[in-house]
C-alpha cells in the first residue's frame, strides 16, 4: 500500500501518522510544493494525505502550484475515489477544490481548544470511538466559510462552524491539529511567521507556554490520532472491498 503526501513546509509533516503507517508498511511518496517537487500520476496511490502550511488557499499569484494542488486534489477525490485526509491549509484546499469558499477569520483561533463533534460527526466513520468534544491544537488563521456541495460539517469551534468535513464514504478533512509530536510546538515556533502569528493571538512568550501545555496534553493528542487514523484506515478497507 502506497500514500502520497502533500507539504507545503517541511514542518508540518503527518507526525504520528508517519510513525502509524510505517508500523503498517505502507509507504509514503512526499510531494513537497513549496520546494517544486511536481505532484506525480496518482493512479498507483492508495489515499493521499495533505497537510498544513503558512499560505491560505486563494494566494495562487504567490504560489501557483496551488492550482495545480487544487486540481489534483479534486482529480483524486471526484475522479479516482481516493481516500483522503487533510488537515488545517489540507482542510481548506479540500473544501476549495471541491467547490466551497475559505476566507479569514475575524479572529485567528490558535491554542490548545475543543471541537465538538455535531451529530454527523458522532455517527462519522472518521470520528468513532471519540468523545463529542476533541482537544485539538489550533494554529490557523483562516478558515471554511462555505462547505462544498455535498459535503457534510461534522464539528464546529466557538471560533470555527467548520472544523471537520466528510465529502462521500472516504474524504475527510479537519481545520485543527491532532497528528502533532514532543517537537511540533517548537519546530513551528522556528518558523517567523507561525510565531508571529502565536504572539499576537496569545502574547509574548506564549511559545513556550504553549508547548508545555500541548506536552501535558500529548498522550491524549496521541490517542486521538490513533483512533482517528485507525478508522480511516477502516474507511480505506471498506473503498477497496
Known sequence: MKFIVLQHINVEHPGIFRDF??????????IELDEGD??????????MIVMGGPMDTWE?????WLITEKTAIRHAIMDLKMPYLGFCLGHQLMAAALGGTVGKMARPEVGILDIELNTAGQSSLLFSGLPDRIKTLQWHGAEVTEPPPDSVILARSPLCAIQALQYGDTAFSMQCHIEITDTTVTDWGKVPVYKESLEQTLGDGSLEILNDETLQNMTDFNHSARIIYNNFMQALKRHSE
Open 38 to 47: 511536481p505532484i506525480p500520476e496518482m493512479d498507483g496511490y492508495d489515499a
Open 21 to 30: 503507517m510505517k508500523n503498517d508498511g505502507i509507504g509514503l511518496d512526499t
Open 60 to 64: 495562487e499569484e504567490i504560489h501557483p
